[in-house]
């Protein structure tokens, strides 16, 4: 009974967690909705069900208490009216007594003790229980034990091969279906269609974040699962539609998008150049060790955008996969980010995601 509640209370308090950092992340939206109110309500709603199961809780550790003072008063009494008549009746030294008395006094104290905090026991196996689940849990995408070839670089062609997708959150969905793509090397393909076709789940597949349940998905004609993840996405540069950066120096960025060395400084200025930010960056009183804030806040979307290029361009890869890349960006934004990316794609595969006609006109393949 202690561990279903201790688990429901849990449960109830993740629910409850999720609102409020929903609520504080996207501080802003809510503001502009006029949202407050209902979200301070949702929150009020999601900890009801721990509240009432708290007050069960209370109770029941309000019980266990009072059980046992109750079994260390009834074992001290019992001490003393049966010490007193050993002594008294039976002639038994009065040290012994007290040495038998604060003994079991000491045992029923140990107990009543423990017997108190067995409720907070059984809250920290639970909460033990499921951080120790998640720490077990095994990802479905592994390294092969023996990999087709070691140190795998690529040449920049891949294909996906009579592929059927499903979500694992969506299995009844066929994402893609006998879907098939070739990609040749130091090509540019344009993926185009409508919102949920199965666009951006290409470039996961490709990226190797799920494999699918049918077909096959390969570089250079090898499948994915034959290459280890490390070596397969080294070969890939990925810029998304809104890029993530870290609370680090410009350099920091830009040097994490190759996990093989460390990227000497020349390098992170040649990258930067090429992506069309380093008069930019130049131009800051701190040059490349500016901190760029929590996500890149105290930079605008096409400056973000361009680190995001460089970041992809230093570990040199034989594939990009531009994800509606500037379609966040306002119309001069656009033009400065188009031109590094255009920059970026010569001489390597490309493969974009896009809805305007002006970014995929000069693509070689249109896939819709």
Known sequence: MVSEESTGIAKAMESSSKVAVEAVANVRTVSALGK????VEEYARQLRPALHIAKRATHMRGIVFGLSRGIYDLVYSASLYYGGHL???QNVNYGVILKTAETLLTGSSSAAVAFAYAPDFQKGLSAAGRIIQLLNRQSKITNPET???EDFS???SASLRSVLFKYPTRPSVNVLENFDLEIESHKTIALVGPSGCGKSTIIQLLERYYDPQEGIVAQNNIPLPMIRLSDARQTIGFVQQEPILFDRTIAENI???DNTR???MEEIVEVAM??????FIASLPMGYETNVGSKGTQLSGGQKQRIAIARALIRQPKILFLDEATSALDTESEKVVQDALDAAKAGRTCVMIAHRLSTVRDADVICV
């Open 154 to 156: 690529g040449s920049g």
């Open 255 to 257: 040097a994490y998008g």
């Open 262 to 264: 460390q990227p000497s």
């Open 147 to 149: 990999p087709t070839i």
């Open 36 to 39: 407050e109110d209902f979200f």
């Open 87 to 89: 002594i008294v009746y």
């Open 274 to 279: 090429q992506a069309n930010i380093h008069e």
